[in-house]
């Protein structure tokens, strides 16, 4: 039996329904991972879904069904046009360790490329070793941390800020 074959592909603003069930699905299997909470998102309007997907939004599926999610947020001020935000980063558990997140980390990076973007940011939480660890892999480092930049059920976790430059 041979390897089953995932499609990486940036999803258009027509697309809100497959962006709210892998968004939703994220926010709802691994809440500590992320700073929004699925009850923000779960009762937002379609026109809400819709501009989140004017920055480019890519989605991994398997067998049509979507299984894994990067967003790209590009700044918009002139002078900082050249950086982009990575958000909503997410891969189905059972999908986890079969390069899921690397190839749409790749698909994001080779867009972000294309649109001029220079350097890519995040901010993860500092409990997510996985996340550290995989953001590690592929070239980012670490600038900085956020104390208490979370919020999370009275606890206060520090973001860790990592960044990665795409113009080497």
């Given at each position: 039996?041979?390897?089953?074959?995932?499609?990486?592909?940036?999803?258009?603003?027509?697309?809100?329904?497959?962006?709210?069930?892998?968004?939703?699905?994220?926010?709802?299997?691994?809440?500590?991972?992320?700073?929004?909470?699925?009850?923000d998102w779960a009762v937002l309007p379609d026109e809400e879904w819709r501009q989140r997907l004017n920055d480019p939004v890519f989605i991994a599926f398997s067998k049509s069904e979507p299984i894994g999610i990067m967003r790209l947020v590009r700044f918009r001020p002139r002078?900082?046009?050249?950086?982009?935000?990575?958000?909503?980063?997410?891969?189905?558990?059972?999908?986890?360790?079969a390069g899921v997140a690397a190839d749409l980390l790749n698909a994001v990076s080779n867009s972000a490329r294309r649109l001029g973007v220079l350097q890519m940011e995040l901010a993860v939480n500092a409990e997510n070793s996985a996340a550290l660890?995989?953001?590690?892999?592929?070239?980012?480092?670490?600038?900085?941390?956020?104390?208490?930049?979370?919020?999370?059920?009275?606890?206060?976790?520090?973001?860790?800020?990592?960044?990665?430059?795409?113009?080497?």
């Open positions: 039996m041979g390897a089953e074959r995932i499609l990486i592909r940036r999803i258009s603003p027509d697309e809100i329904d497959v962006f709210r069930r892998i968004r939703l699905e994220a926010l709802r299997c691994e809440p500590a991972s992320f700073a929004s909470r699925f009850d002078k900082m046009a050249h950086r982009a935000t990575l958000v909503s980063v997410y891969v189905r558990q059972t999908e986890r360790g660890r995989f953001y590690r892999r592929h070239e980012f480092v670490e600038v900085g941390r956020i104390p208490g930049g979370v919020l999370d059920n009275d606890r206060e976790i520090d973001d860790v800020i990592m960044v990665r430059r795409l113009d080497r």
